[in-house]
């Protein structure tokens, strides 16, 4: 369960970094989308070169992520609105519900490499804990309300 909240919160924050990228997007998702990234650059310490050089990478990751999930989810959804949907949707729309971890760690690992000329190894580690650390804020912040 933890899991999945995990994953809707990190989800939310794809959607804020797609959704920073127009015009009409919420304060909810924009300010999820800048406080994520405060936090990395301040518990990374990165330098302000290195903020030039992984933050746009770091963005661009987001949104490869988060197309990921929006494409399965669409199909689950279309599965979900037709009238009768074969085995064969349930089949599509389960399998590409399941390939998403892979394609989210294919994802990381493609950026993890480019991450890796930026930052120090120590940083490397700490991108995660920082990731970690500020979904559980926020789950800690909505259990509070």
């Known amino acids: 369960m933890k899991r999945l909240v995990s994953i809707l919160i990190a989800l939310l924050v794809f959607a804020g970094a797609v959704t920073a990228q127009n015009k009409g997007r919420s304060k909810f998702a924009t300010d999820m989308y800048q406080a994520k990234h405060e936090m990395i650059i301040e518990e990374l310490g990165l330098t302000p ?5 992984f933050m746009p990478l770091y963005e661009q990751m987001e949104r ?8 399965a989810r669409a199909l689950a959804s279309e599965v979900e609105k ?3 949907p ?17 394609q989210e760690g294919d994802i990381e ?6 991450f ?3 930052l ?12 970690r650390k500020f979904t559980q804020e ?5 259990r509070k309300k």
């Open 116 to 118: 890796s000329k930026i």
């Open 82 to 84: 037709k009238k009768n």
């Open 120 to 131: 120090s190894k120590k940083q490397l580690f700490q991108l995660k804990q920082a990731e």
């Open 49 to 53: 070169t290195q903020q030039k050089q």
């Open 86 to 102: 074969s085995d064969r949707d349930y089949e599509a729309a389960a399998s590409a519900l399941s390939n998403t971890r892979v």
């Open 138 to 142: 926020m789950l800690s912040k909505k």
């Open 109 to 114: 690992a493609k950026y993890f490499e480019k």
């Open 64 to 71: 490869e992520i988060y197309q990921v999930n929006r494409n």
